[in-house]
């Protein structure tokens, strides 16, 4: 039986690579029936799912964008987001319970903390709240980039690393090492069938799932783009 996720809205915002991004929402959605199904971009393209948005050209442009304005465009009560270098592997292994977290993605590379953002599942609740901390945006580049030398990390930072944290459920180690895979090298939270990845030092075999995490001097992995290519 497919996964049925009715109240989550499956998100890809790429202002790069449209083409790229549509392979990867087309490939989820392949495995599980969301409530909606957004590609947030300033690439012109008939793609039924299709939102506009300003261009986005750097991550501080997306960071900011995803702290200030990003829940406007969330109409389910959660969201999960994929990117070119992240996405679903093994819809089997989805826990329900995550659907009561606020956020969860995978564990930092550099530390044993919940969680990068790059694949991750959030509530629109958690969205809107951080957009009352921050700063106003007016879209520029410039703007962005002083609101961020302000700001003490990247987005996912913000929302799972500072004290805004503690009013909001945010996964346990555990939990994160359940849901995706994401470059962290401690044995503990090895999963061979994590639900997905983000950008990680891991061999993952793309047509069954797993993810083999036995050579960790291996470096991180920069693009999918190879893979992307034969979904």
């Avoid at 995490?213 to 291996?218: A, E, G, I, L, R």
Wanted: charged share 20%; with cysteine; aromatic share 10%.
């Amino acid at each position: 039986m497919r996964l049925q996720l009715p109240t989550t809205t499956l998100v890809c915002i790429d202002c790069i690579d449209s083409k790229r991004a549509i392979r990867v929402l087309e490939h989820c959605k392949s495995m599980v029936d969301f409530g909606d199904v957004k590609l947030l971009s300033s690439i012109p393209t008939d793609y039924e799912h299709r939102v506009r948005i300003m261009p986005l050209n750097s991550l501080i442009a997306y960071s900011i964008f995803m702290l200030t304005r990003f829940h406007e465009f969330i109409d389910t009560p959660s969201c999960l987001i994929v990117q070119r270098d992240g996405w679903i592997l093994n819809p089997q292994s989805f826990n329900p319970e995550w659907l009561g977290l606020d956020y969860i993605g995978p564990l930092f590379m550099q530390m044993d903390r919940v969680g990068s953002g790059g694949f991750s599942l959030r509530s629109k609740k958690i969205m809107q709240a951080v957009s009352k901390t921050m700063p106003s945006w007016d879209g520029t580049q410039k703007s962005a980039e002083l609101i961020q030398a302000q700001t003490p990390f990247y987005e996912d930072g913000m929302l799972s690393l500072t004290g805004f944290s503690k009013n909001y459920k945010i996964a346990s180690n555990e939990q994160a090492a359940d849901f995706a895979n994401g470059g962290n090298r401690n044995p503990l939270y090895f999963r061979e069938k994590c639900f997905g990845f983000h950008r990680t030092f891991a061999d993952i075999c793309f047509a069954s799932g797993r993810v083999d995490c036995s050579d960790v001097t291996k470096g991180i992995q920069s693009t999918y783009d190879h893979v992307i290519d034969t979904l």
